[in-house]
Each structure stands twice: as structure tokens, then as C-alpha cells.
């Protein structure tokens, strides 16, 4: 491998890492960012969704609610470059939604496949989609409460003093 190419899948990583970062904090317009224009996306047995603005509008009516506080983490990356300003990338997922509004926590395990086009001199997700390895519910105790919350107490915790 090349130190050319050794940039290049330092450059996807980073797109997969942004993606993750982007959908836990609702940042739409970072999300959108990380998409073709005619990206498709498969989740979880979710129908699959094509182009961007669909892509975007299955996250948003999903995850948008700031009740739904998720977090997506995304390792162990076995990234292949397929040819000029084209990729394949296989994922590690673990992921959590911890829904307030409704008292229910979701847990699981995914493994994403991605397909990735060099658009403009940027590495963009052309496909991403994922298949359950598991997934739990669990109803929220009534004994545990949230200390700190990215939107409701700006990420500080209660549990710091002033």
C-alpha cells in the first residue's frame, strides 16, 4: 500500500467518524454533508431509502426529537479501495437511543456496509446500511435520572459543581 492510499482511507475514516458525530448531535446539515446526492441506505430492515434528501428525511423524523438521545460508535474499519475515487468499507457498530419521552433505552450491534465515490476531491458516502447482529429494549427505571443532557443543560452535568 501506498502512502497515497494510506491518505485516502485516513480521509474515509473520517467521513465515517463525522457521520457518527453528526447524527448524535442532530447536526443535519453535517449528515447531509456526508452524502451523495443519490447515496442510498439500508438500516436495520428499515425499506431502503434512496437519495439524499430521503436518507435525511428517515434520519430526521427517527432521531430529531431531543428526547431521543443517541450515540453510534463505529471501529474496527476494513476499508478497500476499488479504483480511482471508489471504495468499500465494512464497520463495527455498537450503538444506543435513550428515549426520555418515552422510558425505553435501545441497544445494539450492527455491522455497516458502505460504499464511498471521491465527488470533487471528496470522499462522500455513496451506500451505507447495516444489518442487526442484536438489538435489545429495555424500559427505563424510574430511579434513573439524566445529570447532563447535550441540548436541556448545554452537556454540563449536574453533578459538578459550579
Not at 475514516?13 to 447524527?23: D, F, S
Not at 471501529?75 to 428515549?99: C, F, K, R, S, Y
Request: charged content about 30%; aromatic content about 10%; overall charge negative.
Amino acid at each position: 500500500m501506498t502512502p497515497d492510499e494510506l491518505v485516502e482511507l485516513e480521509r474515509i475514516k473520517q467521513l465515517k467518524y463525522r457521520y457518527a458525530r453528526c447524527l448524535d448531535q442532530k447536526d443535519w446539515d453535517g449528515v447531509e454533508g456526508c452524502f451523495t446526492e443519490d447515496a442510498t441506505a439500508s438500516y436495520g430492515g428499515a425499506k431502503p431509502l434512496e437519495g439524499r434528501e430521503a436518507i435525511l428525511g428517515f434520519l430526521r423524523a427517527s432521531l430529531e426529537s431531543t428526547s431521543r438521545i443517541t450515540t453510534h460508535f463505529v471501529g474496527q474499519p476494513e476499508i478497500e479501495l476499488t479504483g480511482p475515487g471508489t471504495a468499500e468499507g465494512t464497520w463495527a457498530l455498537h450503538d444506543q437511543v435513550i428515549d426520555t419521552e418515552h422510558g425505553f433505552n435501545v441497544r445494539g450491534a450492527s455491522f455497516y456496509s458502505d460504499r464511498y465515490e471521491k465527488v470533487r476531491g471528496e470522499w462522500l458516502l455513496a451506500h451505507t446500511g447495516y444489518r442487526r447482529l442484536y438489538e435489545e429494549l429495555e424500559k427505563r427505571s424510574d430511579e434513573v435520572r439524566m445529570t447532563a443532557h447535550w441540548w436541556d443543560t448545554d452537556g454540563k452535568s449536574e453533578l459538578i459543581p459550579d
